[in-house]
């Protein structure tokens, strides 16, 4: 029985070496704040050019509530995952305690990873919909009501297929592997 623990725990082991680097939170958060400060920058330049509107409003309440949200999530998946990090202070020795321990912190951990994929893609389906219609706006001025509503119900739903297809294989990779450890979890609890 111990060699079974002792497998799982190599396993968990490495997993954490393997996925806890930061690569993934540099790259995203930089994607994030791209999109971020190219809305800003495109909103304030049609401002300027063509006078204050009452859309700009709404899209820089949407950038807000969207960084709301994303630090909320990321805070309560976080917060978990910090729950979880006392398995350092469980004994190694006690094996099925400690295979517990570090299979909980591992899934939390990808958690945190599945959290940010999720919240960085609902930044690009919702800011580069935004980032079009002003950039177009900059350009050629502003838009009537009706070719602004028909113009989001063509982006959108295309903008949206596009990034969640994009986000898609990364999320569906990291889903895979906190399945497969929270199924060994449930083996080492059952044992």
Same mark, same amino acid.
């Given at each position: 029985?111990?060699?079974?623990?002792?497998?799982?725990?190599?396993?968990?082991? =490495? #997993?954490?070496?393997?996925?806890?680097?930061?690569?993934?939170?540099?790259? /995203?958060?930089?994607?994030? !704040?791209?999109? %971020?400060i190219?809305?800003?920058?495109?909103i304030?330049?049609v401002?300027?050019?063509?006078?204050?509107?009452?859309?700009?409003?709404l899209f820089?309440?949407l950038?807000v509530?969207?960084?709301?949200?994303?630090?909320?999530?990321?805070g309560?998946?976080?917060?978990?995952?910090?729950?979880?990090?006392?398995?350092?202070?469980?004994?190694?020795?006690?094996?099925?305690?400690?295979?517990?321990?570090?299979?909980?912190?591992?899934? =939390? #951990?990808?958690?945190?990873?599945?959290?940010r994929?999720?919240?960085?893609s /609902?930044?690009f389906?919702? !800011?580069?919909? %935004?980032?079009?219609?002003?950039s177009?706006?900059?350009?050629y001025g502003?838009?009537t009501?009706?070719?602004?509503?028909?113009?989001?119900l063509?982006?959108?739903?295309?903008?949206?297929f596009?990034?969640?297809?994009?986000?898609?294989e990364?999320k569906?990779?990291?889903?895979l592997?906190?399945?497969?450890?929270?199924?060994?979890?449930?083996?080492?609890v059952?044992?």
């Amino acid at each position: 029985m111990d060699n079974d623990f002792d497998k799982v725990i190599q396993k968990a082991q =490495t #997993g954490l070496y393997q996925y806890s680097d930061s690569d993934d939170i540099s790259a /995203l958060t930089v994607c994030m !704040l791209f999109i %971020v400060i190219l809305s800003l920058v495109i909103i304030g330049a049609v401002t300027i050019r063509y006078g204050f509107h009452n859309k700009y409003i709404l899209f820089i309440l949407l950038i807000v509530g969207l960084f709301v949200n994303y630090r909320l999530k990321m805070g309560a998946a976080t917060a978990l995952n910090l729950s979880k990090a006392n398995y350092k202070s469980i004994d190694p020795m006690d094996k099925k305690t400690f295979a517990i321990g570090i299979l909980e912190y591992l899934s =939390t #951990g990808i958690g945190i990873k599945i959290t940010r994929i999720k919240g960085v893609s /609902l930044f690009f389906k919702l !800011l580069v919909p %935004v980032f079009m219609i002003c950039s177009y706006e900059f350009c050629y001025g502003f838009m009537t009501t009706q070719r602004l509503l028909v113009s989001l119900l063509i982006i959108y739903p295309i903008n949206y297929f596009v990034w969640t297809a994009y986000f898609s294989e990364e999320k569906f990779e990291f889903q895979l592997l906190q399945d497969e450890y929270d199924r060994n979890y449930r083996e080492v609890v059952d044992s």
